[in-house]
Nanobody, 129 residues
């Protein structure tokens, strides 16, 4: 069973940076996708970034392109989300997720929470003066 543990959230001023980490264990396949999602109060959960081991591709939501970067460590068990130039609208609980089942359904599925079935507990990111 896959287990995911996130860390690195906190309070940061607009324009600042944070790096989130997610330690993953229990992968059973060479092909996997692991993503970051976020959910703000009163809003639906949205996909932020995803790493796919197939061709080592990454996918980003338009709202974070150029500001956020998803990466994996060399051991392949920790995924990072480096967030730069943070804005108040980035405030949310951030989750990492895996156990992806959307292979072959199109690139949009890498940012669709319905295709991810193992989730971490989340870490709060607050961007405020």
């Amino acid at each position: 069973q896959v287990q995911l543990v996130e860390s690195g959230g906190g309070l940061v001023q607009p324009g600042g940076s944070l790096r989130l980490s997610c330690v993953a264990s229990g992968f059973s396949s060479d092909y996997y996708a692991i993503g970051w999602f976020r959910q703000a109060p009163g809003k639906e959960r949205e996909g932020v970034a995803c790493f796919s081991s197939a061709h080592s591709r990454t996918y980003y939501a338009d709202s974070v392109k150029g500001r956020f970067t998803i990466s994996m460590d060399n051991a392949g068990n920790t995924v990072f989300l480096t967030m730069n130039n943070l804005k108040p609208e980035d405030t949310a609980v951030y989750y990492c997720a895996t156990d992806y089942t959307g292979w072959g359904t199109g690139q949009q599925s890498f940012l669709a929470s319905v295709y991810f079935h193992s989730w971490g507990q989340g870490t709060q990111v607050t961007v405020s003066e």
